[in-house]
Nanobody, 121 residues
Framework: VQLQASGGGAVQAGGSLRLSCTIS????????LAWFRQAPGKEREFVAG????????NTADSVKGRFTISRDVAKNLLYLQMNNVKPEDTSIYYC???????????????WGEGTQVTVSS
C-alpha cells in the first residue's frame, strides 16, 4: 500500500483547505483510513478516521465541527476538509492505513509522506 498526501499550504485563520490522499491499492477493503498530524516537538495526533468504504467516520474532539473526513472509493482517494482553521492546526498532516479503527498511530502500518499546513493569525 502506498499513500501520498497533498493539498497543504499556507492559510489565514478562519480559512479553509482540503487535503487529499491518494491510495495505491484497491484490494484492502477491510482496512481503515485515518488522518494524523504532528507539530514540531509534539507527538503524532489522531485527527479523523474512516472505514475503507467511508460509511463510518470518527473525528477528534479538537477538530470536530471544523474538519470532515470523506472518501471517494471510485477514485481511491481520502479527503480531509478543513474549515475555520486555527493557528494551532499548524502541523504536518499524514494519511494512514491500518487494520484496526484506532486513534493510536502504532495501529497503522502504512503512511504517506505528509503535507505541511501552516495557519497564520
Amino acid at each position: 500500500v502506498q499513500l501520498q498526501a497533498s493539498g497543504g499550504g499556507a492559510v489565514q485563520a478562519g480559512g479553509s483547505l482540503r487535503l487529499s490522499c491518494t491510495i495505491s491499492t484497491r484490494t484492502h477493503n477491510t482496512y481503515n483510513l485515518a488522518w494524523f498530524r504532528q507539530a514540531p516537538g509534539k507527538e503524532r495526533e489522531f485527527v479523523a478516521g474512516a472505514t475503507w468504504s467511508g460509511d463510518r467516520t470518527n473525528t477528534a474532539d479538537s477538530v470536530k465541527g471544523r474538519f470532515t473526513i470523506s472518501r471517494d472509493v471510485a477514485k481511491n482517494l481520502l479527503y480531509l476538509q478543513m474549515n475555520n482553521v486555527k493557528p494551532e492546526d499548524t502541523s504536518i498532516y499524514y494519511c494512514a492505513v491500518g487494520r484496526i479503527a484506532s486513534t493510536a498511530p502504532y495501529e497503522y502500518a502504512y503512511w504517506g509522506e505528509g503535507t505541511q499546513v501552516t495557519v497564520s493569525s
